[in-house]
């Protein structure tokens, strides 16, 4: 599988203030996905990364909020915006891979507001 | 999009026992179902997935089966150990664009 790099592991934010998260693949890869996973739940998907073309994002979730870029098939980016507590959460970068697409998992950002 | 459901929240067997997880999808044009491991501290890993034109998959101790009909899917740990301890996600895609998770199984197996 797909070696994924993301950073940063953990960070603490003031409220108010933005942070930039990266994802990078050692591979092209054709989907690539943010997921948030706060304490002790599931995860839930942000948006799908689209390559040269603006993030598709799920219900709950805005382009305001998250900004992403995908500026080609190895690398993206998710922001997460003017952060409030309700922000803190992990943050996972995924990417869909290998003969059936199969989804794998980078190493996630903590964030955690105050 | 996609809604899956997940149960049970908890489970706890003894070592050796079985564990069954059971999972609900909405969207019957999803053809894809992985099942994934979470260890606290660490990113999810895919454990076993199977695909829409199968009914059961099966790898050593685990096993998944699909009844598409009933849009179901459960994943069965057979001989459990306590390193099966973890928390335990099901999903749901329609050919791998989007992925939709369960709530997740918090499985504990007693020594």
């Known amino acids: 599988s797909a070696v994924i790099s993301q950073k940063p592991s953990r960070d603490i934010c003031q409220r108010g203030t933005s942070l930039t998260i990266q994802c990078q693949v050692d591979s092209q890869v054709t989907m690539m996905f943010w997921y948030r996973q706060q304490p002790g739940q599931s995860l839930t998907l942000i948006a799908t990364a689209n390559q040269g073309s603006e993030a598709t994002y799920e219900s709950g979730f805005v382009i305001d909020k998250f900004p992403i870029s995908r500026p080609n098939l190895t690398f993206s980016t998710l922001t997460v915006s003017n952060m409030s507590p309700e922000d803190s959460s992990i943050y996972l970068c995924?990417?869909?891979?290998?003969?059936?697409?199969?989804?794998?998992f980078g190493s996630g950002t903590q964030l955690s507001v105050l | 999009g996609e809604n899956v459901e997940q149960h049970p929240s908890t489970l706890s067997v003894q070592e050796g026992d079985s564990a069954v997880i059971k999972c609900t999808y909405s969207d019957s044009a999803s053809n894809y179902f992985p099942w994934y491991k979470q260890e606290l501290g660490k990113r999810p890993q895919l454990i076993i997935d199977i695909r829409s034109n199968v009914g059961e998959k099966k790898d050593q101790r685990i096993a998944v089966t699909l009844n598409k009909t009933a849009k179901h899917f459960s994943l069965h740990i057979t001989e459990t150990q306590p390193e099966d301890s973890a928390v335990y996600f099901c999903a749901a895609s329609i050919g791998g664009n989007q992925f939709y998770f369960g709530t997740g199984t918090s499985l504990t197996v007693i020594p």
């Open positions: 995924s990417v869909a891979q290998g003969q059936g697409e199969k989804l794998f």
